[in-house]
């Protein structure tokens, strides 16, 4: 089975993955990196429009800017990088199951674990 997601749905599920499953990397010795001063400029430009900021908010919003997130892979000892071109192609990858749970909001951080791994490896290694 396919499933054909929008841009826009792919951000969303993408950012209720981070909320929700972020933290759950340090598990598997992953770590989330990036440049202090992207991060400064993308919630300068989130605040400039009247939002209520999250951690997250602002991911997404240096995604938007066109900037990277870096997963270190201390497992690997290697780096991957996340952008917005990625999100959009690969969150509709993640496992059928674990994608329409996440669709249909009944998701956990498993869930998220699945769709964050999705983006980062293309698949689900851990779990």
């Known amino acids: 089975m396919t499933i054909t997601l929008t841009q826009q749905e792919s951000e969303n599920l993408f950012f209720d993955a981070l909320c929700n499953g972020l933290s759950e990397l340090r598990y ?7 440049d202090d001063e992207e991060y400064k400029s993308s919630k300068e430009k989130l605040k400039a429009s009247n939002q209520n900021l999250c951690y997250e908010d602002v991911l997404m919003q240096m995604l ?10 201390y497992n690997g ?6 952008t917005l071109d990625l999100v959009h192609e690969r969150v509709a990858k993640t496992p059928t199951r674990h994608l329409m749970d996440a669709i249909n ?12 791994q999705t983006v980062i490896y293309e698949e689900v290694i851990y779990g």
Not at 28 to 34: D, E, H
Not at 64 to 73: A, Q, V
């Open 77 to 82: 000892d290697e780096s991957h990088y996340i």
């Open 105 to 116: 909001e009944s998701g956990d951080a498993i869930i998220a674990d699945c769709i964050l």
């Open 64 to 73: 938007r800017d066109g900037y990277k997130l870096e997963i270190i892979d």
């Open 28 to 34: 598997y010795n992953l770590y989330l990196n990036f």
